[in-house]
């Protein structure tokens, strides 16, 4: 089980967390099979209040591979479900290899600014990101997805393939002027 503990921070040195992670191969290892299987446990438990109580976790929507110091192309992104009569998940699955294939010119941003399980402290200011993509990436079988993202789960999926790059949110916040965002970006959150 992954704890807060086992979470790289960004003010530590030696860790993958600024890299590019490695392209992951399939079949994938009993390792890497654990590892998918550990990151979508914490965001399960973390999003769980007496769990995340229980266990100390921060909730989280999102947790890749190279935050737990492990450089593969690997995140799992639970976006759990907005509406009070359909618990389904908006979005859960483990992506590997991921790659934003188109991306729309409309920018999205959260009104509260980004946080992340690897950055200990408040970081203000608005992260743009484009407000539709079209994801694709491999599942833990190694079947190929494309699916279609916006709003809220498109950033999710954003801010995890950044850390698969070595980019942190806070690198796209506009050092000058940090609550300007591009004209016409929609705000949500």
Known sequence: MIL?????????EGTVLRD??????????????????????????SQDEELAEK???????????????VSKQMAAVLVPS??????????????INPVIISESV??????????????????????PRHDRITLKYQDVQGKTHKVRLKHYP??????EIDHLHGVLF?????????FEAPEGTVFFG
């Open 4 to 12: 807060m503990k086992d979470i790289v921070r960004d003010d530590q």
């Open 20 to 45: 590019y992670a490695a392209k992951v191969s399939f079949p994938l290892t009993e390792e890497e099979q654990q590892l998918a299987k550990d990151l979508m446990e914490y965001l399960e438990i």
């Open 55 to 69: 266990y100390g976790l921060r909730a989280g929507v999102g947790l890749a591979a190279p935050q737990v110091n």
């Open 82 to 95: 907005d509406d009070e009569e359909d618990d389904t998940p908006i979005f859960k699955d483990v992506i």
């Open 106 to 127: 409309q920018m999205g941003a959260l009104t509260e600014g980004e946080g992340c399980l690897s950055v200990d402290r408040d970081i203000a200011g608005y992260v």
């Open 154 to 159: 498109a950033i999710v999926c954003q801010h």
């Open 170 to 178: 806070y690198d796209h916040i506009n050092k000058d002027n940090p």
